[in-house]
């Protein structure tokens, strides 16, 4: 576990992810791949002193998603997610 309190919720994320979906992905339902917590996605740890974004579970800290920017390309990994359930609108 992280004992660094220096991480955000998970509404930090909402700008890189409205980059990449259309629809708001903090309302998203998530299910941890690690712990099998199910959670609204803004309840997540977000860190964003890194080279991209990376956010962890609220539960058992594993990585839940990783969002990096380069000048030409978006990388989204979504292994730590279970599943990222989105209303269908």
């Known amino acids: 576990m992280t004992t660094d309190a220096s991480y ?3 509404n ?3 700008g890189a992810l ?3 979906f ?3 992905v903090t309302a998203a339902i998530t299910q941890c791949n690690g712990c099998g917590q199910t ?3 803004a309840e997540s740890h977000v860190y964003v002193n890194a080279p991209g974004l990376v956010a962890r579970c ?3 800290d594993g990585v839940l998603l990783r969002v990096v920017t380069t000048p ?3 990388y989204v990994d979504l292994r730590g997610l ?3 359930r989105l209303p269908n609108p």
């Open 39 to 41: 959670a609204v996605f």
């Open 18 to 20: 409205s980059e990449v």
């Open 72 to 74: 030409s390309d978006v």
């Open 58 to 60: 609220s539960g058992c």
């Open 8 to 10: 955000l919720d998970g």
């Open 12 to 14: 930090a994320a909402a």
């Open 82 to 84: 279970t599943y990222l």
């Open 22 to 24: 259309a629809m708001d």
